[in-house]
């Protein structure tokens, strides 16, 4: 194992070594590098100002946090920030150029944040209004407004792609980082992921840190052993089998959406409001679920799936229902050592109606006060299959299998769906937060339960109007 970590900083090849492995890499470019370019914000990957552009081996730009961003994710990579845009002579960037042009800056806090956003954004095909729209959804602006950044970015993103960089050479083994009483650990494979945590059953997984990485910037929490799944390419995996869509742990939202969206395009436009394009870019399935936060978004819609989770410790895996992962606030029944190698996500049955709702006070990137699951099969007006997910609503997120009983094979209407409303207020209680009252969060529920019913009845009725 290494007790480096190699990468490239702009043009020029970095080696690290006795460096605090829950360093931020907003931290590091600010202090050891003196590059004041990438400003903190909100430390916590809210608001943008703080974000880079990480490049691979392969040459794929992509916009991330630098505030949860934890030093080792650099390995193997390179980092650009808002200074390495110019040109040799000092010319401005084309982004830089449009955002001066359409006069896309005020106070400048943010500028740095919104460049190296559209400078990603420049590697895809063609992005469209849309996609700059989503691209930028990541970046706070408190002065200039969005319609002269969005006019810039239509001038310079549009019908344009920013050449990849050279494929970086492969960094070899894996990272063994020792720092004061601080561990850290970056395995390359799943067996060896697997040895780790047999060594350190106490260790905190690392995934994409976005979750991880406020327990430092906010919580000031020490964590003694890290283990971070940055380099573990067999948990990266996605399959799609005749009946499943298998995810490895380790696949980000970013990477899981097409293939999600175009099984389920409700869970598909719902993944596109968790966090930004930034946190998408690094957050996980996988981490998704293993923190057990009672108010994570893609648990209900998993849960409402009937998706599974296989489980490993060592050379032992065990397959458990996703209903049957959660034991607590919190809490899970991942025991010491023991880690989430893939999920199992079934592909939908001819009939089935998949919907999925998030409430929150802002549309983009904020936290879900209630998020609601639906997955039905309805034959001659009469429920035959149903699952509901709800996020919000206790203290994990659950399965309501008191309200599909109230469902299952009584007909789908109005009167059933009182019923069932009725079942949900005595079968659920949820807490009381800064996000949303109990009361609130039990009528949203209740009106979440009728806009299923209201839009499925709707297709039904279409369907039957339209000659097969």
């Keep these: 194992m290494r007790d480096t970590i190699h990468f490239r900083l702009g043009t020029e090849d970095r080696t690290l070594r006795d460096v605090d492995p829950t360093m931020t890499v907003l931290e590091y470019l600010r202090g050891p590098e003196r590059l004041c370019g990438t400003k903190e914000g909100c430390a916590e990957g809210d608001c943008g100002a703080c974000t880079v552009v990480l490049v691979d081996g392969e040459g794929r730009h992509q916009a991330v946090n630098a505030c949860v961003l934890f030093v080792p994710a650099l390995d193997g990579r390179q980092l650009l920030t808002v200074e390495h845009l110019a040109g040799p002579d000092g010319a401005l960037h084309p982004v830089q150029q449009a955002m001066v042009e359409r006069h896309g800056s005020q106070c400048g806090f943010c500028t740095p944040g919104f460049v190296m956003s559209l400078y990603a954004l420049r590697t895809e095909a063609k992005p469209d209004r849309v996609a700059i729209n989503e691209a930028l959804a990541g970046n706070l602006c408190r ?6 950044i969005v006019d810039a970015a239509m001038d310079v993103c549009t019908g344009h792609a920013e050449s990849a ?3 970086l050479p492969p960094t070899e083994g894996s990272l063994a980082l020792s720092f004061g009483e601080t561990l850290s650990f970056s395995p390359r494979s799943a067996d060896e992921l697997a040895r780790v945590l047999l060594d350190n059953p106490n260790a905190t997984i690392v995934a994409g840190g976005t979750d991880v990485g406020l327990w430092v910037t906010k919580q000031h929490r020490k964590l003694p052993v890290t283990v971070s799944l940055d380099a573990v390419a067999d948990l990266r995996g996605i399959e799609e089998t005749a009946d499943t869509i298998r995810i490895g742990a380790g696949v980000t939202y970013h990477e899981a959406l097409p293939v999600l ?4 395009p409700d869970l598909g436009a719902m993944i596109r409001r968790i966090g930004s394009r930034q946190i998408r870019n690094r957050g996980t399935i996988g981490g998704n679920i293993a923190n057990a936060s009672p108010i994570g978004d893609s648990p209900p819609a998993l849960l409402a799936l009937d998706a599974s989770v ?4 060592g050379d032992t895996r065990r397959t458990i229902s996703l209903d049957a992962f959660f034991i607590g606030y919190r809490q899970t029944v991942l025991a010491p050592g023991e880690f989430i190698e893939r999920i199992d996500v079934p592909l939908p049955k001819a009939g089935e109606v998949f919907r999925c709702y998030k409430v929150s006070k802002r549309f983009d990137q904020d936290i879900s006060a209630v998020c609601a699951a639906f997955r039905l099969r309805i034959e001659d007006g009469i429920v035959r299959d149903i699952r509901i997910g709800f996020g919000g609503m206790a203290a994990t997120p659950v399965r309501s299998t008191a309200v599909e009983d109230a469902l299952m094979g009584r007909p789908w209407s109005k009167a059933t769906i009182r019923t069932a409303q009725a079942v949900m207020d005595s ?13 609130y969060r039990r009528t949203v529920a209740r009106n979440l339960l009728l806009k299923c019913f209201l839009e499925t009845s709707e297709e039904a009725a279409v369907t039957r ?4």
């Design 465 to 468: 109007l339209v000659p097969a």
């Design 143 to 148: 002065c200039t407004g969005y319609r002269p």
């Design 165 to 167: 960089a050279a494929a």
């Design 427 to 439: 079968a659920m209680s949820p807490l009381s937060d800064m996000r949303a009252s109990s009361a």
């Design 310 to 313: 296989v489980l490993r410790r």
């Design 261 to 264: 969206e175009k099984h389920f």
